[in-house]
């Protein structure tokens, strides 16, 4: 299924993001694709509040994972884009991929995508030529996350 959308600024952005993830159940996997700056930290500080988070989400960019408390549920947000090997990180996919209560956002999943599970949600973030603040998004799921998407729906 695909689901394609525009949202007009970093405000709405984070606002479907909400939308989304106040319907996380645990064992979601999404794959984040956007440009540098494309909103991939936005859309993730979205969906850890919809969850019900109060942590502080900014960019793995440096520390290559980090991970928030949201009600029952852990976020754990991994960012591969300094990585060519995703060398032991790869192990710590692994264990939250098992966890039935983990929610798990990747950036830059190129290093990693042929060990995510077929139901990974991806989630391409594109800007648009009429402005630096619109972002185009196209999201494939399988039927099975399509309660994710009840909301956000065109």
Same mark, same amino acid.
Request: net charge positive; proline share 2%; charged share 25%.
């Given at each position: 299924?695909?689901i394609?959308?525009?949202?007009?600024?970093?405000?709405?952005t984070?606002?479907?993001?909400?939308?989304?993830?106040?319907?996380?159940k645990?064992?979601?996997?999404?794959?984040?694709? %956007?440009? #540098?700056?494309?909103?991939?930290?936005?859309? &993730?500080?979205? =969906?850890?509040?919809g +969850?019900?988070?109060?942590?502080?989400?900014?960019?793995?960019?440096?520390?290559?994972?980090?991970q928030?408390?949201?009600?029952?549920?852990?976020?754990?947000?991994?960012?591969?884009?300094?990585?060519?090997?995703?060398?032991?990180?790869?192990? %710590?996919? #692994?264990?939250?991929?098992?966890?039935?209560? &983990?929610?798990? =956002?990747?950036?830059? +999943?190129q290093?990693?995508?042929?060990?995510?599970?077929?139901?990974?949600?991806?989630?391409?973030?594109?800007?648009?030529?009429?402005?630096?603040k619109?972002?185009?998004?196209?999201?494939?799921?399988?039927?099975?996350?399509?309660?994710?998407?009840?909301?956000?729906?065109?």
């Amino acid at each position: 299924m695909q689901i394609e959308l525009t949202t007009e600024s970093a405000q709405q952005t984070e606002a479907l993001a909400v939308k989304i993830g106040s319907h996380l159940k645990g064992g979601e996997i999404f794959e984040l694709i %956007s440009d #540098l700056g494309g909103g991939k930290t936005t859309f &993730a500080r979205g =969906l850890c509040a919809g +969850a019900g988070s109060k942590d502080l989400v900014n960019s793995p960019t440096f520390t290559i994972t980090k991970q928030y408390s949201a009600d029952d549920l852990t976020i754990y947000h991994f960012d591969f884009y300094r990585l060519n090997q995703p060398g032991l990180v790869v192990e %710590s996919l #692994l264990e939250a991929i098992q966890d039935s209560k &983990a929610v798990i =956002l990747i950036e830059w +999943a190129q290093t990693v995508r042929s060990i995510l599970p077929k139901n990974t949600i991806m989630i391409n973030i594109e800007g648009t030529k009429d402005s630096t603040k619109k972002r185009r998004f196209t999201i494939k799921y399988r039927q099975d996350r399509s309660y994710l998407f009840k909301d956000v729906q065109k």
